[in-house]
């Protein structure tokens, strides 16, 4: 199966920045769209922002203007550069890769294990 570990995430102050990273390994024929979610505690997850295979992103209206994805086909591996953080934006954040593992497969979501970004005011 795909597997997919994620790093970068702790704790900083308001107004500082992180940059999480995504890392896909495991069988991969093909990738789609990458991305992050993240869920607050009493939260439901959320979008935070996504990008297709030809470079299209879209971000929540949240996080516009201080967030960036971007990826790496060839190391298959998709970031999130935060900046300007707020403690609202305290989360866990997960990665989530729509690949496929067989020129005949279908694509299918894969998730990271999560990784916690705590903004402190």
């Known amino acids: 199966q795909v597997q997919l570990v994620e790093s970068g995430g702790g704790l900083v102050q308001a107004g500082g920045s992180l940059k999480l990273s995504c890392a896909a390994s495991?069988?991969?024929?093909?990738?789609?769209?990458m991305g992050w979610y993240r869920q607050a505690p009493g939260k439901q997850r959320e979008l935070v922002a996504t990008?297709?295979?030809?470079?299209?992103?879209n971000y929540a209206d949240s996080v516009k203007g201080r967030f960036a994805i971007s990826r790496d086909n060839v190391k298959k591996t998709v970031y999130l550069q935060m900046g300007s953080l707020k403690p609202e934006d305290t989360a866990v954040y997960y990665c989530?890769?729509?690949?496929?593992?067989?020129?005949?497969?279908?694509?299918?979501?894969?998730w990271g294990q999560g990784t916690q970004v705590t903004v402190s005011s």
């Open positions: 989530n890769v729509e690949a496929t593992t067989h020129l005949w497969s279908a694509l299918r979501d894969y």
């Open positions: 495991g069988s991969i024929f093909s990738m789609n769209a």
């Open positions: 990008s297709t295979s030809d470079g299209k992103t």
